[in-house]
């Protein structure tokens, strides 16, 4: 019973951030500030809520490692200080590493600009049995490279292969692999912590005052603020182009970031429960191999 009302719970805070047409969304009908009914009076409850999310995760994810069928992807894009570390860093808190992956994807190598936008990505996709981090992603390519033409420029494509159509070929081909992995026992979930620009700011002024936060502040995060419009557009036109049942985007307010935090738990909570996980059945056989096991272990003067 308990179980079914956390399960209960976490489909009330993370489905109405969850986006799976994106044909009528908007950014600007997200408040980046949303707590929903929690207050700042709540927020002792909601980190008490979070650590139980937490725990319910890590049963979750024992049962998807052990039933080894599923794995799952998820997916953090944020402008920067967002809280994409914070929330992965909490929220994924009480999983075994052993049954998780987590990759960062900064600006691509000489290697990675010699093969196609998808490559870096698809080697490090989750086992089964795994869940699956990326901090950033294939995204970026619509994102930041849309904002930044020079940056596609290096990427060493065909003169004619570059038009006035290769966004929405982007978002075609992201909307396929992202089928065909689903297809194939892959759960997509992908997070865009919405923060606004006056939070931002906060945050990057934080950074500048507190030394032991001096080395999280680049001087090309306060230079890429000058582009925030174009950012804005390019994250709406992301999310309306690449939103669908199989692998929804969640578009959290990421002002708060204990009511971030609680969001992307809950999503992922509700979700892993959604796959019906279990332990593996064990056959007869093995069962007795198990009985004569405990009753070599279990008998005296066996040296064992």
């Known amino acids: 019973?308990?179980?079914?009302?956390?399960?209960?719970?976490?489909?009330?805070?993370?489905?109405?951030?969850?986006?799976?047409?994106?044909?009528?969304?908007?950014?600007?009908?997200?408040?980046?500030?949303?707590?929903?009914?929690?207050?700042?009076?709540?927020?002792?409850?909601?980190?008490?809520?979070?650590?139980?999310?937490?725990?319910?995760?890590?049963?979750?994810?024992?049962?998807?490692?052990?039933?080894d069928r599923?794995?799952?992807l998820l997916i953090f894009q944020a402008m920067d200080a967002a809280g994409k570390d914070g929330a992965?860093?909490?929220v994924m808190s009480g999983v075994n590493p052993q049954g998780c992956q987590v990759?960062?994807?900064?600006?691509?190598?000489?290697?990675?600009?010699?093969?196609?936008?998808?490559?870096?990505?698809m080697k490090r996709l989750p086992e089964r049995g795994r869940i699956g981090i990326f901090n950033r992603s294939y995204y970026e390519e619509t994102l930041v490279v849309r904002?930044?033409?020079?940056?596609?420029?290096?990427?060493?494509?065909?003169?004619?292969?570059?038009?006035?159509?290769i966004w929405k070929q982007r978002f075609e081909d992201i909307r396929?692999?992202?089928?065909?992995?689903?297809?194939?026992?892959?759960?997509?979930?992908?997070?865009?912590?919405?923060?606004?620009?006056?939070?931002q700011k906060k945050r990057f002024l934080d950074r500048l005052d507190r030394p032991e936060k001096n080395w999280k502040f680049s001087g090309a995060d306060a230079a890429e603020r000058e582009h925030w419009n174009a950012y804005m557009k390019a994250y709406e036109e992301m999310v309306r182009h690449t939103a669908t049942a199989e692998a929804p985007w969640y578009v959290v307010p990421a002002d708060n970031k204990w009511f971030t935090r609680l969001v992307v738990a809950s999503a992922v909570i509700k979700t892993l429960d959604s796959l019906d996980l279990h332990y593996?059945?064990?056959?007869?056989?093995?069962?007795?191999?198990?009985?004569?096991?405990?009753e070599k272990l279990a008998g005296p003067g066996k040296g064992m």
């Open 70 to 72: 599923w794995s799952v």
């Open 280 to 294: 593996p059945v064990v056959s007869e056989a093995k069962m007795q191999e198990l009985a004569v096991a405990r």
């Open 88 to 90: 992965i860093k909490h």
């Open 176 to 199: 396929n692999v992202e089928r065909y992995l689903t297809r194939n026992g892959v759960v997509v979930l992908k997070f865009f912590l919405h923060v606004s620009k006056e939070e």
């Open 147 to 165: 904002v930044h033409p020079e940056l596609l420029a290096k990427q060493k494509i065909p003169a004619k292969l570059v038009n006035k159509q």
């Open 1 to 67: 019973m308990k179980e079914k009302k956390l399960i209960k719970m976490a489909g009330k805070l993370s489905d109405p951030y969850r986006v799976i047409s994106g044909s009528k969304f908007r950014l600007k009908d997200v408040d980046p500030g949303d707590t929903l009914w929690l207050k700042s009076k709540d927020k002792d409850r909601a980190k008490e809520g979070l650590q139980t999310g937490v725990e319910e995760l890590a049963r979750l994810q024992d049962r998807l490692y052990a039933q």
């Open 103 to 121: 990759f960062s994807f900064k600006a691509p190598s000489s290697e990675d600009l010699d093969h196609d936008y998808l490559w870096r990505c």
